[in-house]
């Protein structure tokens, strides 16, 4: 028995979420016959938009830096932390900001501070350079894939916005928390080293 051919054009068939309206669903779309597109629940659609803004966000981050602070993200702990925010309950714009921040003071930050032997001020600043730089890089990619998708309603963009803000405010508290932490550790400037 021969299998009638799928269209494989942009609209698509039954498997790609289009049933043909006349034949059910699992029917085949003949090329060039209407077909329907399913439409996602807002409910849908905001779940779609926070694992986009979510991924977008870290995985721009790990990019941001070299192979050596690749190579240690699981042991960091990112398999982990990826699973534990794969269904998330909340997806408001403060419980999206709290899992972007987490990734990237957990996971990242503790790959970044295993490739070093010692980490000082400099590499600090590195490390706060490369996750605004992922941030900000991560956030357009969303936006642009939320638009693509036709998703980037009024209220989502605003929602993105507050997400944005509040990740922001996270990084700055973050890193002065860190600066503050590492300049106490520090030797006083003068006072004789202990050996």
């Known amino acids: 028995m021969?299998?009638?051919?799928?269209?494989?054009?942009?609209?698509?068939?039954?498997?790609?979420?289009?049933?043909?309206?006349?034949?059910?669903?699992?029917?085949?779309?003949?090329?060039?016959?209407?077909?329907?597109?399913?439409?996602?629940?807002?409910?849908?659609?905001?779940l779609r938009a926070h694992g986009a803004l979510v991924l977008a966000a870290l995985y721009t981050n790990e990019d941001a830096f070299d192979r050596v602070v690749r190579a240690r993200f699981d042991e960091a702990g990112r398999s982990e932390y990826l699973a534990s925010i794969a269904q998330p309950g909340d997806i408001s714009p403060e419980a999206t900001a709290e899992r972007i921040l987490g990734g990237i003071t957990g996971y990242i930050y503790g790959a970044f501070r295993l490739s070093r032997d010692e980490l000082g001020s400099e590499d600090l600043a590195e490390f706060e350079r490369g996750v605004r730089k992922g941030f900000e890089r991560g956030m357009r990619e969303a936006?642009?894939?939320?638009?693509?998708?036709?998703?980037?309603?009024?209220?989502?963009?605003?929602?993105?916005?507050?997400?944005?803000?509040?990740?922001?405010?996270?990084?700055?508290?973050?890193?002065?928390?860190?600066?503050?932490?590492?300049?106490?550790?520090?030797?006083?400037?003068?006072?004789?080293?202990?050996?």
């Open 2 to 46: 021969a299998v009638p051919p799928v269209s494989r054009s942009p609209v698509g068939n039954s498997r790609h979420g289009v049933a043909h309206p006349a034949r059910g669903p699992g029917a085949p779309v003949a090329p060039g016959e209407p077909s329907v597109r399913v439409a996602l629940s807002p409910e849908a659609t905001r």
């Open 143 to 195: 936006r642009a894939i939320l638009e693509g998708l036709r998703a980037l309603d009024p209220e989502l963009a605003r929602g993105i916005d507050r997400t944005e803000s509040l990740v922001r405010e996270g990084l700055d508290g973050f890193f002065r928390s860190e600066r503050e932490a590492l300049a106490a550790r520090a030797p006083a400037a003068g006072a004789p080293r202990r050996s």
